[in-house]
């Protein structure tokens, strides 16, 4: 073989490489690319944010209405599973009379001071005349508490404080239901009327209002609620919930309150009355001794808890402390009954000390759906942990008012729209960093 074949030969060796090598190479390229190319960091946190919004809205159904989870419904599959599942005792529409009552001690007793009765059907809405009723439907009674030895007195300028301020009323409070703003108002978003009636003196002992504003102690109210259908002879007709009246709160500093719109006289004296000057020294006092104040809780509600659903055997944990069982061997539960005291914030709170001369108590008897009270339980769990961690009181009061006041649906609009939020701010930052990274000159951005 001569040269020139040889040198031939090997061209042709080489050719045939090269085009091997540009025929394979660039696919595993162009794959490897394509891939990378799906994962990009706008695409990442949409999968985030859709994943987040899948495990939260899934663990928020799941933990208040158990039984409409996947793992609940294998247990009720067929008909056995009825014949040993725990059932209500109470039934909608039996006649209940609850009763509330004051008492220095725990559990309820004979020594217990009725101050409350009503009559109603279990779980369905009654008109009840002896009471108000707010919008939600709650049945409410408003009470002044007078005590002491100059009890009658401050009774006495209650009354003629309360019949200044209504003679006093301006403009603004003479708004009522016949307005245009506010029927407007009820007619778009359906505004249910109150039914209001004005606050009835109450008069302690005088054992029960030293404990609470010398004694640094507290009382407890009782709500009992009878079930009459069931009789007196039956241990699952009668439901009790005790709350105490008052709570120690860490001590804060109360700062004095300044007016943009008011007296004149305060005004010029800088906003600031004898008072809340005094208010505010001895909070700031109170705050550097790190000294509890014991604070009087001016609104009591008893929520009770009518459900009607059957509950397999494995889900029995859920209704623990309620459950009986019946002579005919069956095992029934009884419905819950709580104080619901979600929307306490810290601002609503009244601190006791031995210039106090009256004090204000509303007490209030409604009904609340089965997931809203898990939600409003697991909630209140969640805020011990977060006070534990450190958070401050304002942050929990906020927490509160959002629970309290916002509906469980538009939580979860909230919630969503949260989320997008913070997506788009991730995706903006994200494109603001690649046009910077891409830009070469500054044309056009002076």
């Known amino acids: 073989m001569t040269t020139s074949e040889k040198k031939q030969k090997k061209e042709k060796t080489t050719n045939i490489a090269t085009t091997r090598h540009e025929n394979l190479s660039p696919l595993p390229l162009n794959s490897a690319m394509s891939i990378m190319g799906l994962f990009t960091v706008g695409r990442l946190a949409t999968l985030l944010a859709c994943f987040y919004l899948y495990t939260t809205f899934t663990s928020l159904s799941s933990m208040m209405s158990p039984l409409s989870t996947p793992q609940a419904k294998t247990f009720m599959d067929g ?41 109603e059907k279990f779980g369905v809405d009654g008109v009840v005349e002896e009471a108000g009723r707010d919008e939600d439907g709650n049945l409410f009674k408003e009470f002044i508490i007078f005590g002491g030895d100059e009890a009658e007195q401050n009774h006495k300028l209650w009354e003629e404080k309360k019949d200044a301020k209504e003679d006093d009323q301006g403009f603004l409070s003479n708004i009522g239901s016949t307005s245009f703003i506010l029927s407007g108002m009820k007619l778009i978003f359906g505004v249910k009327d109150e039914k209001k009636l004005a606050p009835e003196p109450l008069f302690l002992p005088e054992s029960m209002w030293d404990s609470i504003v010398h004694k640094n102690s507290t009382l407890y109210i009782h709500t009992s609620i009878f079930n009459e259908r069931l009789g007196d002879d039956h241990k699952g007709a009668n439901l009790i919930a005790s709350t105490p009246l008052t709570k120690e709160i860490p001590p804060t500093v109360v700062k004095p309150k300044r007016y943009l719109l008011g007296d004149v006289f305060d005004f010029v004296d800088g906003g600031e009355s004898e008072e809340e000057k005094r208010r505010w020294l001895v909070s700031n006092e109170r705050f550097e001794k790190k000294i509890d104040v014991q604070h009087w809780k001016p609104m009591i509600m008893s929520k009770v808890v009518p459900d009607a659903a059957l509950y397999p055997m494995e889900y029995a944990g859920l209704l623990a402390g309620r459950m009986l069982r019946t002579q005919d061997g069956y095992v029934v539960y009884r419905p819950g009954l709580s104080a619901d005291e979600m929307s306490m914030t810290s601002d609503k709170y009244v601190e006791l000390n031995s210039t106090v001369s009256y004090l204000e108590l509303k007490l209030g008897f409604g009904k609340i759906s089965p997931e809203r009270d898990r939600l409003i339980t697991h909630m209140e769990k969640s805020l011990e942990a977060q006070k534990e961690l450190g958070f401050s009181q304002t942050d929990l009061d906020d927490v509160r008012r959002l629970i309290s006041d916002t509906n469980v649906v538009l939580l979860g609009v909230t919630v969503f729209a949260s989320t997008l939020h913070l997506l788009f701010e991730l995706l903006a930052f994200k494109s603001e960093v690649t046009f910077w990274n891409e830009n070469t000159d500054l044309k056009g951005l002076r």
């Open 79 to 119: 008909e056995d599973w009825k014949a040993r599942a725990v059932r209500p005792l109470w039934n909608n529409g039996d006649d209940i009379s609850a009763t509330v009552c004051v008492s220095q001690r725990k559990t309820i007793g004979d020594d217990c001071l009725k101050v409350w009765g009503v009559k």
